[in-house]
């Protein structure tokens, strides 16, 4: 029987408050995040990290002093590895532990006669995926890794995953029609103008999610939009952002339901940006009710998409490719992984 180890992969997080600072320096010393050559890059990181680390430490701190990712992601693991059976699923986290080297020294102990590398993102960006499969690569070369492999680079509109948003956001909606008619906030983390603007496809994408999303609630007056949070730095970033409609719906006196729409796990940026920030901006602003939808986790039909994208990734050759096996995005997005075709 063929051994087939699949590597799950996703963003990380600091396991204590004493890791924020090294997370962060490993954060912003990605190429992929900040473009600055080496030895400024590394610089830069060392400074935004100490500058950063006092607040983010804060943000830690209220949600138990460490992320909760890798028992998010672990959990994720498990589930998949369950529902596809005899597999190995490996956890890679792009910048806190476990990390690419640590787990493909996992996979080289395993000794699989197939890998499939899954990004937890579904949505392609050259900061995350791309990021996270460079990594891989790496690390993958280091540990002697030659078993033909088999990358997902995307997969936005899985059947699976546009099902499991439907299904959290609906008994939201209704919760939030008692205060009137709601408005849907598909919010994503953002993303500096200048990247999208190079062919990155991650906003069309996003909002392809969205499309999918809107289209299985099967509501013709739903109204909706989708907004990005996480702003950081001074560069100009997607809009409009997801503070920004929450003040539209404050003026407008309509209840809010916030989707996560490019998380499927918890973590700060929904545990404490959208749970604690947003919700009190909301507030002040006078948004009538604020419902924020859970991230996917382990939603069985979140699973069910998972396991359908590495069954289909083993029927086709070794490489990348899209959960739908083949190019997704406008032949105008030049950071496309995938040749036009």
Not at 41 to 67: F, V
Request: with cysteine; charged share 20%; hydrophobic share 45%.
């Amino acid at each position: 029987m063929s051994r087939v180890a699949v590597v799950l992969m996703n963003l990380g997080g600091p396991d204590s408050l004493d890791a924020v600072e090294p997370f962060l320096r490993n954060l912003f010393r990605d190429p992929a995040i900040i473009g600055a050559p080496g030895p400024v890059r590394r610089l830069l990181a060392r400074l935004i990290a100490r500058r950063r680390g006092p607040e983010a430490r804060e943000i830690y701190r209220t949600i138990g002093g460490r992320s909760p990712l890798l028992e998010e992601t672990e959990a994720q693991a498990a589930a998949l590895q369950a529902a596809l059976g005899v597999v190995e699923v490996v956890v890679a986290m792009r910048y806190w532990h476990p990390m690419s080297e640590a787990a493909a020294q996992q996979v080289a102990a395993f000794r699989p006669d197939r890998i499939v590398l899954l990004p937890l993102y579904p949505q392609f960006s050259t900061t995350t995926v791309a990021s996270s499969l460079d990594a891989w690569w790496k690390a993958a070369s280091t540990a002697g890794i030659a078993a033909p492999t088999h990358a997902i680079c995307c997969y936005p509109q899985a059947e699976g995953l546009i099902a499991a948003h439907a299904a959290l956001i609906e008994p939201l909606l209704a919760a939030a029609a008692e205060a009137g008619k709601p408005r849907v906030l598909f919010s994503a983390h953002g993303l500096p103008k200048r990247v999208v603007a190079r062919g990155d496809p991650y906003q069309w994408q996003v909002e392809e999610t969205a499309r999918g999303i809107v289209a299985c609630l099967g509501r013709e007056d739903l109204d909706w939009t989708v907004c990005y949070q996480s702003k950081v730095g001074p560069l100009a970033w997607l809009e409009p952002a997801t503070v920004d409609e929450l003040d539209r719906a404050g003026r407008e006196r309509v209840p809010v339901v916030v989707v996560p729409i490019a998380f499927v796990s918890e973590h700060s940026e929904t545990l404490v940006e959208l749970d604690v920030t947003y919700r009190d901006h909301a507030r002040a602003a006078g948004v009538p009710a604020y419902h924020r939808v859970p991230a996917l986790g382990t939603h069985p039909a979140f699973v069910a998409a998972l396991a359908r994208l590495v069954r289909g990734a083993l029927e086709r050759d070794a490489g990348l490719d899209s959960g739908e096996g083949g190019r997704l995005c406008p032949a105008t997005h030049g950071g496309c992984p995938l040749v036009a075709g």
